[in-house]
């Protein structure tokens, strides 16, 4: 993509509301635009990023056998009346009603929805397990939106939903997502602990939170510093000092960012809302449930809070907007914008996401636009090009080094 | 992906309320489901079939040199002040007030949005042209909403709009915007006109709708019998047998699904809402925008409408939602499940696309499922596969073709 015809506006200074090193690079490097409190535009280079979270997750699900839908924002009041749950959500539903004065929620997440699409087929035991999911945007009016897309009002979530005869089945299935989920975190390169947490509002019997360890987190996790036992704080109230209560080592505290949250609901919607099967003895039983959610905009914060310097973002390869920043630094010297522009068709050619610094702008600025962009190499047509040279820099690295132009592809 | 894994409700009836072709076979071939009037979850299949629509909007759209980005549903009322569209716009948009009492839209499009988050940016005529899109839900309180997706009330579409500092560079990408269009509905294989339109409500100099020839369509189109000139009657009021206005020709009427629709809005945004850019000579002019919508879910029910028989749904190739639907006629015969399987697995490594029916279900209701559903090849594994021999069947062609297992790859 040519960057003089795209649309990166980078800022020297971060606008005041920022206060986390994430939603103020977000800003300034041109990822994200507030349109009001909580609520974002995602602009090319926040959407490409996204695009590829998105990837890794979808992959990772499919993988277990999950399928993908998409359900509606606009949800019928008369299915969170079957819940009990339109009279119990409070001011963080948004609600609105139509031109005929009926309500509506703005879905801050779709157990409603879901139980509502699958209760009429999933009417024998033959039909399950059956796993959907779905990328799609939640509304939640939060009392006090902050950190940028951290604690957003409209953002992009993950959410999948299962569905079992057994608990045997829903136990199965909750594993195989928890294994889904570390893959996904890992290829998300984050450092992530999974910890005992409330089912809280949800209902059901079991859950666990994945927590990215991080200081700016909003959770207070307990964890052994010598096994595997963590805790939201809110489940094993301890005190650091603590013997462990698996018997293993002391407690120590840390603040987590929630990024994922899978759940055993049981029967809770599945009762309410008369989602029955007829099982192997031709007797009606609830469907058991399991959800499963991922911040799909929260993951993409928590990776920049993980990985950034002094100046600017330093995207992890697999999560980067391109693969390659290629600078021209005088566009209007012919042999540095044809080298360029060679480079650019071939880069293209071979499928290798580039973003083409062609605009006529002070080196200076090209190179800060650059770090603070932190795509991981930078290759830079520059006079060098009169012997052939041309520069690469990894953003995570120091020193630049010298190459010749056809050697460059050997460099990425 | 395996049928017995996935979530394909087919219906032997439609509901009730479905009227025309494309509403019956969405709901009956288990793409579609409704939630409320107007409002739809888009199931497994039906999802892939829209994300296969929206890949080639993407490819034509960055082959002109257009980049992505997202922007929200919630939208500040006050930048629809700004453009005096608040008022103007009517019950059709949908309203809603946040926890603090302030007033948002839910987007029925994104003029006013654009415009705020460019026009701090497009400070200088060096920053343009520049061409942006999104591929979004709106959301527009429809009257009547009807026909499925054709006129629902949240709903899929893609928005672009340009930038420019003249009337030339406006002109030339609309023309770009033109020829995208072409070539995106030309890969949908849909039977379209362009037609000179209204711009209506939205403003602006000049409009051209892309209408899908079709008898269900709620336009009424005049045309020429022997030339290009073509119109919506809302322009030019014409009469079967008038002499086309052209010279060329006399008047036919015929029915149109609107598809696309592509304005020159000119200054009208930025001038209200000022976004202002300085010129080559250091005078201040409002920034001229172009904007460009497709209906992206109603694509889907044209290009159904188009592409149907008395059996089901016959997806053109590129749009299917699989490439491939192998039938194994009965799993519980080893000889048939390992060879299926086989190549199942053969087709998933070759990226072949395959649904994968291994229920336990009649052969009937196989044949019938893949019919309605109206992948473009069929193959079958049953008793022939003793000799090794399989069933080609394709969707368009009423004759079975038997060959070997080994060969099958050679008849896709």
């Known amino acids: ?141 939060e009392l006090r939106p902050r950190f940028g897309l951290m604690r957003g009002r409209e953002f992009v979530m993950k959410d999948a939903y299962s569905f079992h005869t057994n608990e045997e089945s829903l136990d199965e299935w909750y594993q195989n997502f928890k294994q889904a989920y570390i893959n996904i975190f890992d290829r998300c390169k984050l450092e992530f602990r999974m910890v005992d947490a409330d089912n ?8 666990t939170e994945f927590m990215v360890l991080n200081k700016i987190g909003e959770d207070t996790i307990v964890y052994s510093d010598s096994s595997d036992f963590a805790s939201n704080i809110e489940v094993h109230n301890l005190e650091e000092g603590a013997k462990s209560p698996d018997g293993n080592g002391t407690i120590k505290h840390a603040k987590g960012i929630e990024v994922g949250h899978v759940f055993k609901l049981g029967a809770k919607y599945s009762e309410k809302m008369n989602a029955m099967f007829i099982n192997e003895n031709q007797k009606r039983h609830p469907v058991l449930m399991g959800c499963y959610g991922i911040g799909v905009s929260r993951v993409m914060m928590a990776i920049i809070e993980q990985y950034n310097d002094e100046n600017g973002i330093v995207w992890p390869k697999e999560l980067a907007p391109f693969d390659v920043h290629l600078i021209c630094i005088d566009p209007r010297k012919d ?24 605009r006529r702008e002070r080196p200076g600025v090209k190179f800060s636009d650059a770090d603070l962009i932190g795509i991981p190499v930078r290759i830079t047509v520059g006079r060098g090009i009169k012997d052939g040279k041309v520069e690469v820099k990894y953003r995570n690295r120091d020193e630049v080094i010298e190459v010749d132009i056809d050697e460059v592809k050997n460099n990425l």
């Open 200 to 207: 809280g509002d949800m209902g059901g019997s079991e859950s």
């Open 335 to 358: 042999e540095q914008s044809q080298a360029a522009e060679k480079l650019y068709n071939e880069f293209m050619k071979n499928k290798i996401d580039v973003l083409y610094d062609d």
């Open 1 to 141: 993509m040519k960057q003089s015809l795209t649309f990166i506006p980078t800022l020297r200074e971060a606008p005041k509301e920022a206060e986390i090193a994430s939603h103020k690079l977000l800003l300034r490097a041109g990822f994200i635009k507030q349109i009001a409190a909580g609520v974002y535009t995602y602009l090319p280079l926040g959407l490409r990023v996204l695009r590829k979270i998105e990837s890794i997750i979808r992959e990772e699900l499919e993988a277990i056998g999950c399928s993908e839908l998409l359900m509606p924002a606009m949800q019928p009041a008369e299915l969170w009346k079957e819940s009990g749950r339109w009279d119990d959500y409070g001011q963080t539903m948004m609600r609105m009603k139509d031109r005929h004065d009926r309500d509506f929620a703005l879905g801050p997440t779709h157990e409603e929805v879901i139980t509502y699409v699958i209760r009429d087929y999933l009417n024998s035991y033959k039909k399950m397990p059956l796993a959907l999911y779905q990328i799609q945007t939640k509304f939640r009016d």
